[in-house]
């Protein structure tokens, strides 16, 4: 059975409350051991292709939870492939599935030079989640805010996303990011820091990719589906393409 695990300090549990006195934890590794037993049980069986940009090919255990395993190439190949796995819970109760199911719960990235497909080593989600300092500092020229181009009276900025949020009328063409004090750069796929410069014309929500200099690397609001704007947040990440439905977009 499904047991709470020793955490680091400030480390905090996806999904789960900040109050000691709920059971919002234990839910939380219950769901996730449940998903690595219907992983561990899995026998795969080809289910398509899908062409794009990037290619998924697709292999599926119909069990009482669907377990999905995909290959995803790269157009250029470059990148060697990963494979990845998602687990969509059958319904068991009333309630939502546990936020975990959202993820991409365990992957494998095959290196460019592999003689298989197979080889590497796989990864498994862990639900806990660290916080830790960036900094954030205006550089550039100032230009219109994405708000500003649209017309919207600098004298209504407000909006109800959490709470009333005051937009800027004005921003920065380029943002330098860095890190706080002790933080482990090792435990992120990717070091963030660097000058970022906007692309507010290159299809990003509210006109804000902007791509690190010198690298194809990425600094966009990625809107979750069919939710609130409370649920949306800024992303480090190496791609800013659009997703399909049911595609998970991995974050640094």
């Known amino acids: ?87 969509n819970p059958a319904p068991h109760t009333a309630k939502a599935p546990h936020k975990i199911y959202q993820q991409v719960l365990a992957r494998m990235r095959v290196a460019p030079d592999a003689k298989s497909a197979l080889d590497g080593e796989w990864q498994i989600l862990a639900p806990v989640s660290h916080e830790f300092e960036v900094t954030l500092t205006g550089a550039g020229r100032k230009i219109d805010s994405w708000q500003e181009t649209l017309g919207m009276s600098d004298k209504k900025t407000e909006v109800d996303v959490v709470g009333k949020t005051t937009w800027c009328t004005k921003r920065w063409s380029e943002v330098k990011v860095g890190y706080g004090k002790g933080v482990d750069k090792g435990a992120l796929d990717h070091d963030i820091s660097g000058t970022y410069k906007l692309h507010e014309n290159c299809g990003a929500a509210q006109a804000s990719l902007h791509k690190r200099s010198g690298d194809d690397f990425y600094l966009f609001m990625d809107p979750s589906r069919n939710s609130k704007g409370q649920t949306d947040f800024f992303v480090f990440a190496d791609n800013h393409r659009r997703l399909q439905y049911g595609e998970h977009r991995l974050h640094t």
């Open 1 to 87: 059975a499904a047991k709470k695990l020793a955490k680091a300090p400030g480390a905090k549990i996806m999904g789960a409350s900040d109050s000691t006195e709920d059971d919002s934890e234990m839910e939380t590794w219950t769901a996730w051991e449940r998903a690595m037993r219907s992983i561990a049980d899995a026998e795969f069986m080809y289910r398509d292709v899908k062409r794009a940009d990037l290619w998924t090919v697709r292999y599926a255990c119909p069990a009482n939870d669907e377990v999905v395993l995909e290959l995803r190439l790269g157009a250029d190949g470059s990148k060697g492939g990963e494979w990845r796995i998602i687990v």
